[in-house]
């Protein structure tokens, strides 16, 4: 079999990172305060992180999807404004997104190497493990895995075509990813039941046409088929209803696949390069619990907006510590307190709001939360809730700043 090298070529014992627990985010007050969250959204390089979790969750995690940089090297920003035409990019507001730059292909596959070997440390034995790239790296990608995972191990190389304009003029248009789907085990969860789709109507009717179609094998019509391994799914700049204006942000129609295939309801599902939040807020959403974690706090900040506007169970948000939280000014916040409810009397461009209305000084326990509108409309500035003596508010500006207001009435 062979192998990829490189001068640099091993794998380390990564330092474990001290993970601090910030909050417990009770989406709408669900739960609020008795539920104990099973799901974890964590801020820090994923490497210590991953190290970190090794002791409790080695061999426990059913499906890891990993999103990681492609090796692009370009950087990419995060769109905030609300209302804008797509078709003209040099009216659109802005912020930092995240760098995908390397000073070279060795540094970039050490990248990736370090990280699937903890990946494959978590993976539950009957776990799967879905890597998602492109052209720029996955050939390189799959030599790894084949060491990793070993080469019989493979399930599925799945292509992900979408539609786009593109400005390449001297080559075929660049329209796919690549999904490099890999198993532990031979007790591999894959249900394919839940992932059919209606045969194409042409079958159908070839079917109706002739008893000799299919030379003499005829499929159930009803039931439907099993996906091949090429999918069409648009991507999310078409999918007006699921932009969070996050680069490189994936559909869910193609994680909904991936998790109820590989998953079942209750299982535990992991994403350690989450960025605009798909991968947990499906997984959320179909029942599952979710470790989630990305280095920057847009990402983080994104991915809460997404859980938070669910109707899902709590989940807490952690950091490492070498991580803070990038702090505004908080001293222009006005506020109106009265008995059943708390209201924003200035404009600060806010994205996102939350109220802890029994803070105990340490764990901020999200019981309200309001937000911006993902296409237009203004941020609600008032949230019924009961307050009490001790209370906490945190704000999250447009250009995502995190301010805080503790309150002792």
């Known amino acids: 079999m062979p192998f990829l090298t490189w001068p ?18 009770y989406p709408g007050g669900i739960g609020y305060p008795d539920v104990i969250p099973e799901s974890r959204l964590i801020l820090g390089d994923n490497l210590p992180v991953m190290a970190a979790l090794i002791p409790e969750y080695e061999g426990r995690i059913n499906l890891i999807y990993a999103d990681p940089p492609f090796f692009t090297n370009r950087k990419y920003s995060t769109r905030i404004g609300r209302g804008e035409d797509s078709r ?12 995908d730059s390397w000073p070279n292909l060795d540094a970039y596959l050490d990248f990736l190497y ?7 440390r978590l993976l539950a034995p009957n776990g799967t493990f879905y890597l998602h790239l492109d052209w720029h790296a996955n050939s390189y990608a799959r030599i790894l895995l084949d060491e990793i995972f070993g080469p019989a191990h493979l399930l599925n190389e799945i292509i992900w075509t979408y539609h786009g304009p593109s400005p390449i003029r001297r080559a075929f248009n660049r329209k796919h990813d690549t999904i490099l789907s890999y198993v532990k085990g031979n007790d591999y969860i894959f249900n394919a039941d839940a992932v059919r789709e209606p045969y194409n109507p042409s079958t159908v009717l070839t079917f109706k046409a002739s008893p000799k179609a299919g ?38 129609g193609l994680l ?23 991968a947990p807020a499906v997984a959320a959403r179909l029942g599952r619990k979710f470790i989630a974690s990305d280095i920057t706090f847009r990402a983080m900040h994104t991915t809460r907006l997404r859980l938070s506007g669910l109707p899902i169970d709590a989940f807490t948000i952690e950091r490492q510590s070498a991580f803070c939280y990038p702090m505004g000014d908080s001293s222009k916040l006005k506020l109106n307190i009265l008995p059943g409810s708390i209201n924003i009397k200035n404009n600060l461009d ?12 340490m764990t901020f326990r999200s019981a309200a939360q309001a937000q911006r509108p993902v296409r237009s409309g203004e941020l609600p500035h008032e949230i019924k809730i009961k307050t009490g003596r001790n209370m906490c508010i945190r704000l999250v500006t447009v250009k995502g700043k995190l301010l805080q207001r503790e309150l002792y009435v």
Not at 215 to 235: A, C, I, N, S, T
Not at 256 to 278: K, M, Q, W, Y
Not at 350 to 361: F, H, K, M
């Open 350 to 361: 806010l994205d996102y709001w939350e109220v802890d209305p029994a803070w105990d000084g």
């Open 88 to 99: 003209k990019p040099d009216e659109w507001a802005l912020a930092e997104g995240y760098q």
């Open 215 to 252: 030379f003499g094998k005829v499929p159930d019509l009803e039931r439907g088929k099993v996906p091949e391994d090429w999918w069409y799914f648009p991507v999310v700049a078409r999918l007006h209803n699921q932009r969070t204006g996050y680069p490189t942000q994936k559909p869910e």
């Open 8 to 25: 640099a070529k091993h794998l380390s014992d990564p330092q474990k990172a001290l993970l601090i627990k910030d909050s417990i985010i």
């Open 256 to 278: 909904e696949r991936i998790i109820l295939a590989s998953s079942n309801p209750g299982d535990l599902v992991a994403d350690f390069f989450c960025g605009s939040g798909t």
């Open 114 to 120: 370090q990280r699937f070997a903890l990946m494959y």
